[in-house]
């Protein structure tokens, strides 16, 4: 404490620490977007958007009777395991958003058949499941511009699958895909995401 004098008046002063305010957190308004701008994008450095659209796909799944009579009954080697339909179903739901894009990214890749002559084109989905590889073999057939059908042919969860010259494979990692094709018996990784 201290005193100060001024002209026949006596202030007394407490020295006390300042009294601690109130911090406010500024939250600034989100911007608002300007609907007539030009901005950037992938193509050009000034563009302005002029709507967004999202398409609908309905897609049809079915199982041919191989794979049915593989999974319920097995072959000469005995009933398959790790082909369960619940696993199989995931495995190809989860690939769909890989197939379009690397249809749409990889020159000569295609997975869907479009009135097609024989022999029409499979894919191979592949996953690292209990210790071995689920193969699902998949055909896509497109019915109209916003409808297809995918069948599974077959499903088998061994390590040693074959696959023809030519065959493309994309194998699933989690969120993540390696899209492969064979050649002279080996596989030659071509993209991944």
């Not at 939250?27 to 958007?49: M, Y």
Request: hydrophobic share 35%; glycine share 4%; net charge neutral.
């Amino acid at each position: 404490m201290f005193i100060i004098t001024l002209s026949h008046q006596i202030i007394v002063m407490d020295q006390r620490e300042p009294r601690k305010r109130i911090q406010y957190v500024k939250k600034g308004l989100p911007a608002i977007e300007d609907g007539v701008a030009f901005i950037k994008n992938k193509s050009s450095d000034h563009a302005r958007r002029i709507f967004v659209e999202v398409e609908n796909i309905h897609i049809e799944l079915w199982f041919d009777k191989h794979y049915h009579d593989r999974h319920q009954y097995g072959d000469e080697d005995g009933k398959r395991e790790g082909i369960d339909p619940k696993t199989v179903e995931d495995l190809v739901k989860r690939s769909l958003k890989h197939l379009l894009f690397y249809s749409s990214a990889v020159a000569g890749f295609k997975f869907m058949n479009f009135f097609s002559l024989p022999p029409p084109v499979r894919v191979v989905l592949q996953e690292e499941s209990n210790g071995s590889k689920l193969n699902v073999v998949i055909e896509a057939h497109c019915l109209r511009i916003n409808n297809c059908e995918i069948t599974v042919k077959t499903a088998m969860c061994t390590d040693d699958f074959r696959m023809p010259m030519g065959q493309y494979c994309i194998e699933m990692q989690g969120d993540s895909s390696i899209l492969s094709r064979c050649d002279n018996k080996k596989m030659v990784e071509i993209c991944s995401i």
